[in-house]
């Protein structure tokens, strides 16, 4: 590996936000937007058995829950975005953008060993390519 893609990988591990909430896939919807409105965090990631499957954003809640009139104690499984899209902490940034860009995502999970250890997001990626 040449010395630009060990500095790609680095930017990743300095951009994650461990911070990362998560929820049982059986939570009810309103429990998890409380718990995001608390946190101030603009996703959680969904568990099943403690290993991430699927991930809740702020316009989730408004695309599902809102515009279908979804109950608010609706699992939040019904809602939550499936496959899980994620990268792993040694991901190039450049492969992360891409995948974020191709995917239309703005939030990323970062997992290892079916752990998320935590999420970067767009707007930090993008400051982070270097310029070419």
């Keep these: 590996m040449n010395t630009t893609n060990t500095t790609l990988q680095l930017w990743i591990k300095k951009l994650l936000d461990n911070s990362v ?29 403690q290993v991430p499957v699927g991930m809740v954003t702020n316009r989730d809640f408004t695309e599902k829950i809102i515009a279908h009139s979804y109950p608010a104690d609706t699992p939040i499984r019904r809602i939550m975005s499936t496959p899980l899209i994620f990268i792993n902490p040694e991901t190039e940034i450049n492969t992360a953008a891409e995948l974020m860009a191709s995917k239309k995502i703005r939030k990323l999970p970062i997992i290892s060993d079916d752990s998320v250890i935590g999420m970067v997001i767009a707007s930090d990626v993008a400051l982070a390519i270097p310029e070419q």
Excluded: D, F
Excluded at 23 to 42: D, I, W
């Design 21 to 49: 909430l998560s929820v049982n896939s059986t939570v009810p919807a309103y429990e998890a937007a409380k718990l995001m409105e608390n946190s101030k965090a603009g996703a959680i990631i969904v568990l099943e058995n």
